[in-house]
Every structure is written in C-alpha cells, then in structure tokens.
C-alpha cells in the first residue's frame, strides 16, 4: 500500500469516525436533556472520554510511540480548555457580552485538573525507572478516589457547583424540539453502545493506516496524539458553542472543563492498567514546553473562571493558547 493511498484511508477513516462521534455525542445529549445539569454534561463527557480511552487503547497495540498517551491527554487539555472553552467564550462573549455562570464550577474543575495532571504527568518525571510499576499502582488509585469524590460531589450535596439558574425570560422551546428530546432512552443507549464498538473498529483500520502513512514522513511525533484528541472532543466543540451562543455558559464550561478533567481522571488508571498488564511502561512525564503551557492554561483559567463571568477578552486569551499550541505542534515540540 502506497503512503498517499495510505493517508487518504486514514483521513476517510477519522472523518467517518468523527461522524460516528458526532451521533454518539447528539444521543449522549439527549439523555443529558431529559435529566438537566449536571448529570447532562457528565453524560457528554464520558461518551466522549470513553471514545479517546479505545482508540487509545487500540493505538497502543500497534507500534506507537511510547509518548502517546501522555501527548493524547495533554493534546486534550488544549483543546478542551483552550480551544473549547476558548472560541466559545469567545464567540458568546462578542454576541452576549458578558455571560454568567456559577464560579465554583470553574474553581473546583481548575484544582481538580490541577491536581490530576501533577500527580499523573509531572510527579513521574522523578520517579526511578526500576520503581515505574508502583507508582503506577499508585496513580490508579489517586485517580480514582479523586473521581470518586468529584462523582459524589457533582451529583450530590454539591451538584449545585455545577448548575446555573438563567434567567425566565428565554424562548420556550417549540413542540417539535421538546418532541425531539422525548426520543426513546432505550433508543439512545443502544446507539451509543453501538456507535462506541462501531468507532472501535474503525479505530483498528484508523490504526494501521496511519502507521504506514505516517512512517518516515516527517510528520510531528505527537499528531497521532493530536487526532485521538481531536475526535473525541469534535462532539463536544459543537455542543459547546451552541450553549454559549444560546447564552448557557454553565453547559460551557461543564463541557470544557469537565472533559478535560474526565480525559486526565479516567484516561489515566485505565493506560496505566493496561501498562502494568503488559509490564510494558509508557512515558507519562510531560516535556518541558508541555508543562510550561499546561501551566499558563490553569493559571489563565484559574484568573478568568473566578468571578463567574467570562467574556470575549477572556475568551481570546484562550484560543491564542490555543493558536500557540498548534504552533508548537507543528513545529514537533
């Protein structure tokens, strides 16, 4: 198989693979529909989380590099943060103006995040080589008691963190749209089984694609990473936007924040499990120029999410963020 022949399959393969993201997106929303915020957005979040977490792990049966899960997770913190959130806030804030939200949403995601990403790919840049598999036991079982808690706090004495009361003067939705959302729950849950194991196997092809088109190009190392985390979040960039043109930056930031924190918190202990079954380690620890821009992004989150407004200024100093990391990308930093 020629390279160029190579790389169109691959393309044709990530474009029906977001088409299939996409489906699995819009019936993770209409389960999150009929039960509100927060349990809407976390639905979103996870389908999408589960999405990255078997293309990954079907990536990493094949001969990839061993920075590809730690390119993958950081990939999807730009996106999320700095992308998402970043061209939202932005777009909604030249449209609306200011656009409310409830601030501990964004402080309790920004620490969260925070401290995920210094236990799981700072921390291990000191950790001994001969020493990984412990500390590997150890992450699994950070990153779930941290999202163990997070869970019960979001769906419940603190659900109200991630909820957001808009005003009562907006549209009432129309017959047809509040039909659209009374879609079957069956229906919706089947799909999303179905369209997962569908995504699953195209992500097999997807995989030897690449690899042979790919193969001595000269491509940046971490574009594998950068797909991975482009098709996940390709859902959820859609779902975002609508919310803060419609003004509901609370679903905004759920959605940008909380799949950054699920990509980070369940990615994580499932690629270190699978490592520690394989016995084969992966490198975890981000490179200097990643921890150097994971860094600004929390810091300019932390300032921008603090007083529960976020407007197009905020907006853009994200997706320069943004723009800067696709720079860097490309130029395989």
Not at 82 to 111: F, P, W
Not at 117 to 145: D, L, Q, R
């Amino acid at each position: 198989m020629g390279r160029t022949a190579a790389l169109i399959g691959a393309a044709a393969l990530i474009a029906t693979i977001v088409l299939a993201s996409i489906r699995v997106a819009h019936h993770a929303e209409v389960l999150a529909t009929k039960v509100g915020d927060p349990y809407g957005t976390m639905i979103l979040t996870l389908a999408a989380v589960a999405v990255e977490v078997i293309i990954l792990a079907i990536l990493m049966t094949g001969e990839s590099s061993p920075t590809l899960v730690r390119d993958t997770i950081y990939s999807a913190v730009m996106l999320d943060i700095n992308g998402i959130l970043g061209l939202a806030a932005l777009l909604g804030g030249l449209k609306h103006g200011e656009q409310s939200y409830n601030d501990d949403s964004g402080k309790t995601y920004g620490v969260m995040i925070l401290t995920a990403m210094g236990i799981s790919m700072i921390v291990p840049e000191f950790i001994p080589e001969a020493k990984w598999h412990y500390y590997s036991a150890f992450t699994i079982c950070a990153m779930i008691a941290l999202y163990g808690l997070f869970l019960r706090m979001q769906v419940g004495q603190h659900s109200y963190f991630f909820s957001y009361s808009y005003p009562r003067n907006e549209k009432k939705r129309s017959t047809s749209e509040a039909e659209h959302t009374e879609d079957s729950t069956v229906v919706s849950i089947v799909t999303i089984i179905v369209g997962v194991v569908i995504i699953g196997v195209l992500a097999e092809f997807m995989s030897a694609f690449m690899a042979v088109g790919l193969k001595d190009s000269g491509a940046p190392p971490a574009i594998a990473a950068v797909v991975v985390a482009s098709i996940s979040a390709a859902p959820e960039i859609l779902t975002a936007l609508r919310a803060a043109l419609r003004n509901r930056m609370q679903a905004t930031v759920n959605i940008a924040m909380g799949a950054s924190l699920s990509t980070v918190i369940l990615t994580v202990p499932v690629m270190e499990g699978i490592a520690l079954y394989t016995g084969q380690p992966f490198v975890m620890a981000m490179s200097p120029v990643q921890t150097v821009m994971v860094t600004i992004t929390l810091i300019a989150a932390a300032i921008n999410l603090n007083d529960g407004e976020t407007n197009a200024i905020e907006g853009m100093t994200h997706f320069i963020l943004f723009a800067t990391f696709v720079m860097l990308t490309g130029l395989g930093l």
